[in-house]
């Protein structure tokens, strides 16, 4: 149990570092490639910010765990949008940017939405995996889009990047420390799960979706400290419009996941998750400290049922 617990924490920490060390070196190449700023901002961060949960997800599918892989993202789309947004909120009242609520509020709730009616037969095959993952290009082709015309010329500023061979050390060992670290998290998180003898599933609603999520919920605290909430809000949802569409995409055409331990309970508290948050944000596109409250409250308990 002990080991478990600590090959769980050495896990996370490689992979959340890694994380960060890829995305990194990425930058960089795509600096030096000339790519503008914004389109760098909304693939190259936006994804390797998810490569935690891409990475053990995968991993955990590939190693015959589909319910902690497919718990990893529901559980961490649920974190993102009760937790990290109700804690933010608490922090200080949030404004939501109007394109947020139009757009990227119903699209989180579409690929909910999709991902449960997919799952009512107990399985993610492999054409529901290209669905999901044909629903994300339609949604970075639409953002990459709209940030085009709303923002030309803004490259102004560009840093000068990096030496090109640090960025490939960096990517290099960026990658490796995310296998190493998932695969260290994922045989930690099955051996507490049998351990305490509950279904990989709560483990990977609970522990492995809290630890991929730790990022998102500083980030997102600190943004609403400053003032930048509603950027910070966007940046969730795309995330867990990512989780969805791109690494339960990815992960169900390399291998069909049936699932056992993820309910309908689990997938219809996504849905309503975002629900609730759509519905918070009409009011004055604003999200008060006692919306926040009631967002935390619902965490809370869904957590307690889990448990």
């Known amino acids: 149990m002990t080991l478990n617990v600590l090959w769980i924490l050495v896990g996370i920490a490689l992979v959340l570092w890694g994380a960060d060390r890829l995305t990194d070196g990425a930058v960089a190449v795509a600096e030096q490639m000339r790519v503008p700023q914004i389109v760098i901002g909304l693939t190259v961060v936006a994804m390797g910010t998810s490569m935690p949960e891409f990475c053990v997800s995968l991993v955990s599918a590939l190693k015959g765990t589909p319910d902690l892989a497919v718990g990893n993202i529901v559980g961490s789309d649920i974190f ?5 947004v ?3 909120a608490l922090t200080a009242p949030m404004a939501i940017l109007k394109n947020t609520v139009r757009k990227d509020i119903p699209f989180s709730l579409v690929a909910s939405a999709v991902l449960l009616i ?3 037969d107990g399985e993610i095959g492999r054409g529901d995996a290209a669905v999901l993952f044909v629903l994300f290009l339609t ?25 090109a061979w640090l960025s490939a050390v960096w990517i290099v060992v960026g990658l490796a420390c995310l296998i190493g670290g998932s ?19 709560v ?30 809000v966007g940046n969730v949802l795309g995330s867990n419009v990512f989780n969805i569409l791109a690494i339960l995409g990815v992960t169900g055409m390399i291998t069909p996941m049936k699932l056992r331990g993820i309910t309908m309970t689990d997938l219809s508290m996504l849905v309503v998750s975002v629900i609730l948050l759509w519905l918070f944000s009409f009011t004055r596109y604003r999200i008060e400290r006692w919306e926040g409250a009631v967002l935390t409250a619902v965490f809370v308990g869904y957590m307690c049922y889990l448990v």
């Not at 695969?183 to 599933?201: K, Q």
Request: net charge neutral.
């Open 183 to 201: 695969n260290l998290f994922v045989e930690g998180a099955t051996g507490v799960a049998a351990s305490l003898g509950v279904s990989e599933a």
């Open 80 to 84: 993102n949008t009760l937790l990290i």
């Open 86 to 88: 109700g804690v933010s």
């Open 118 to 120: 997919m799952c009512l």
């Open 203 to 232: 483990i990977g609603l609970t522990i492995v979706a809290g630890g991929t999520s730790l990022p998102e919920l500083a980030t997102s605290v600190v943004s609403a400290r400053k003032g930048n909430s509603g950027i910070a």
């Open 139 to 163: 949604f970075m082709y639409m953002t990459i889009k709209e940030a085009g015309t709303e923002k030309a010329g803004g490259d102004s500023d560009r840093k000068k990047p990096q030496a």
